[in-house]
């Protein structure tokens, strides 16, 4: 890591990393640069009955046609994480779409617990049935994908699984004319460490043609 000044002089320097030089992962410069991110708040059912909940902020939209959502996380240190696991094993998992009121029990849902141990019980969170697949959705999630597994790809020590969305829950607060209404989401977007960003500031730019 070097620090250079700019030719013209107005700025200070830049910090450069040569990432084959750099000892340790780029972990933090990933999740602090590369904000704010969505949450995927993935629910899954283990083979044994047990129902997952935890959140993801390596989360986009894969696909439209077809509807693919990816999330990706991080092995850990045995291997899969319960999420992606249930996820290989049933074929099918829920993704919840994180609003402001959610922001403590998302985070709650982000400990570390035994495999036969639910976070929805941890976060005292109502389950609510999906239509299209077994494991529930967060009852009050104004947003929800239910999918199925369309693949799981390994890249480095991270888990890349893309599922095809299959039945979509709106809450009716969040529509208008039978729309998804951007105004009325309140999302909640994950910065570094332990911050957080609201969408609640929004401004519009037209797209040149």
Same mark, same amino acid.
């Given at each position: 890591m070097? /620090? ?7 700025r ?6 040569d ?7 780029l ?9 704010p ?26 696909s ?7 999330? *990706? ?6 291997g899969l ?5 249930n996820?290989?094993?049933t074929?099918?998992?829920v ?7 959610? *922001? ?19 976060a005292d969170?109502e389950?609510?049935?999906s ?7 967060? *009852? ?5 994908f /239910? ?11 991270s888990?890349?699984?893309?599922? =095809?969305?299959?039945?979509v ?8 004319d039978?729309?998804i209404?951007?105004? /009325?989401?309140? *999302? ?11 969408t =609640? ?6 797209r040149?043609?």
């Open positions: 070097t /620090e250079t000044d700019s030719e013209n002089g107005e200070a320097g830049s910090l450069e990393i990432v084959d030089d750099r000892d340790g992962s972990y933090r410069v990933l999740s602090s640069a590369v904000v991110r969505p949450i995927a708040w993935v629910s899954t059912r283990s083979e044994d009955g047990i129902d997952n909940l935890a959140p993801y902020s390596f989360f986009t939209v894969a439209v046609e077809p509807p693919v959502l990816l999330f *990706a996380p991080v092995d850990g240190a045995d994480k319960d999420t992606p696991r996820a290989r094993d074929g099918e998992f993704v919840n779409l994180v609003t402001e009121e959610f *922001a403590d029990a998302m985070n709650e849902t982000s400990a570390t617990l035994p495999a036969g141990e639910s976070e929805f019980d941890r969170l389950r609510a049935d239509s299209a697949v077994d494991p529930p959705r967060v *009852a009050g999630a104004k947003v929800a /239910e999918c199925t597994l369309h693949d799981l790809v390994d890249v480095g020590g888990t890349l699984v893309l599922g =095809e969305v299959r039945h829950h709106l809450e009716e607060s969040v529509t208008s039978g729309k209404d951007v105004d /009325e989401i309140e *999302a909640v977007g994950r910065l570094a460490g332990s911050l957080y960003a609201r =609640e500031d929004r401004f519009s730019l037209e040149p043609p």
